[in-house]
C-alpha cells in the first residue's frame, strides 16, 4: 500500500495530531479520545462508562493504559515503516506478528460476557473498537486513510476469534451520535 504523509494534514487541525479525535465544548476543546470519554463521563453519567467500584475503576483504567501506550505502538510502528522511502518488510511482519499475538487475549476477555470488562459497554470496548472493528470491516473503498487499511490487512490475518469477531459486529450494530 503506497502512503501518502499529505492524506493527513487536515486531521492536525484541531488537535496537533493526526487521527486524534476532537470535541469542542462550549467551554474548551477538548482532544484524545481517552480524555474525551472522561469528560462524557463526567458531563453525562448515564448510563456510565466507567464501573462504580474503584477495583473495577483501576482495572479500566490499567486497560485503556496498556491499550494506548503499549497496544497501540505495533500498527503506529506498521504506519511509519510504511511512510519510509524504502519500507522494510520484516519490521513490518514482526508488528504484524505482535499485534496477532494480542488478538486472542481480546478474545478470550470475551468468555462469557458480552463485553471486554463486563456486562455492559464500558470505556475500554469504546477506546477498542475504532481499532479492532477493522478486523471484521473493510474501510470504505474511498478512505485515504492508510491506518484504517494498515489495521484491516494485519488483524485480521489472526485465525478464528469468534468472540471477538461478534463483539466488533455488536458494537458495529450499536446507535451513534
Sequence with gaps: MEVD?????????????DLVPVLETPDAVVSDS??????????????????????????TDVAIAWFNEV???APNAIDEE???PHPDASVVAARSAELQETLPWFDALLGGREFLLGDT?????VVCFPFLKY????????????FHWILHEHLRESGAL??????????????RA
Excluded at 5 to 17: E, Y
Excluded at 135 to 146: A, M, N
Excluded at 162 to 175: E, K
Aim: hydrophobic share 45%; net charge neutral.
Design 5 to 17: 504523509p499529505d492524506a493527513r494534514a487536515p486531521l492536525r487541525a484541531l488537535s496537533g495530531q
Design 34 to 59: 481517552t480524555v474525551i470519554l472522561r469528560w462524557l463521563e463526567h458531563a453525562v453519567p448515564e448510563p456510565p462508562l466507567w464501573p462504580a467500584g474503584a477495583a473495577e475503576r483501576a482495572v
Design 71 to 73: 497496544w497501540k505502538r
Design 82 to 84: 510504511l511512510l519510509r
Design 121 to 125: 459497554l464500558g470505556a475500554f470496548d
Design 135 to 146: 478486523r471484521t470491516v473493510e474501510p470504505d473503498p474511498g478512505d485515504v486513510e492508510p
Design 162 to 175: 469468534p468472540r471477538l469477531d461478534a463483539w466488533a459486529r455488536r458494537i458495529d450494530a450499536l446507535p
